[in-house]
T-cell receptor
């Protein structure tokens, strides 16, 4: 069965601090896809990144970076030099080789000025 | 291009009433998902369709919930009869998956349901 665990319920940081959001997944599929989504206070869900199970390259996009490690079944998300606008709930998601996509419980990030 | 369109955005109803939520996916997307979001349970996958066919409805909580996708551009989620515990934000999402399910989900703005 698929499972996504985001053990951090809430994180509070001060602006300009770096913060890492953890994501651990479980799946029996050899082909799968991992995602991160952002849900700002306005409520919409915004796609941030996708990774497939065959691509363990880390990725950096501006202040955001992602670390995918199959050996530990983790797909962690780091925000460098956090800003108040980064305050949101962040979800990690897992899609199996078919279509089913499940989400972790989310991590609420508070960035204080 | 228009995104995923959901209606109504807000619905307040009384216990026992029928509720119908509607979703128009992005044109060309062949997979459609219904999720429910609550503080207690987070984002739960209720059901998803591929090419208008329900693939997995194991997340539908009870027989009171039903979903249909009569064509590629329209889906409904119905709750009959509604109960206060059904109060939540219901999201519809669509994606292109082909045969490999590679695409990210595009979400609608959600329908906030309150059952009194």
């Amino acid at each position: 069965a698929q499972k996504v665990t985001q053990a951090q319920t809430e994180i509070s940081v001060v602006e300009k601090e770096d913060v890492t959001l953890d994501c651990v997944y479980e799946t029996r599929d050899t082909t799968y896809y991992l995602f991160w989504y952002k849900q700002p206070p306005s409520g919409e869900l915004v796609f941030l990144i996708r990774r497939n199970s065959f691509d363990e390259q880390n990725e950096i996009s501006g202040r955001y970076s992602w670390n995918f490690q199959k050996s530990t079944s983790s797909f962690n998300f780091t925000i460098t030099a956090s800003q108040v606008v980064d305050s949101a709930v962040y979800f990690c998601a897992l899609r199996d080789g078919g279509f089913k996509t499940i989400f972790g419980a989310g991590t609420r990030l508070f960035v204080k000025a | 291009d228009a995104g995923v369109i959901q209606s109504p955005r807000h619905e307040v109803t009384e216990m026992g009433q029928e509720v119908t939520l509607r979703c128009k996916p992005i044109s060309g997307h062949n997979s459609l998902f219904w999720y429910r979001q609550t503080m207690m349970r987070g984002l739960e996958l209720l059901i998803y369709f591929n090419n208008n066919v329900p693939i997995d409805d194991s997340g539908m909580p009870e027989d009171r919930f039903s979903a249909k996708m009569p064509n590629a551009s329209f889906s409904t989620l119905k709750i009959q009869p509604s109960e206060p515990r059904d109060s939540a934000v219901y999201f519809c999402a669509s994606t292109t998956g082909g045969g490999q399910g590679t695409g990210e989900l595009f979400f609608g703005e959600g329908s906030r349901l309150t059952v009194l």
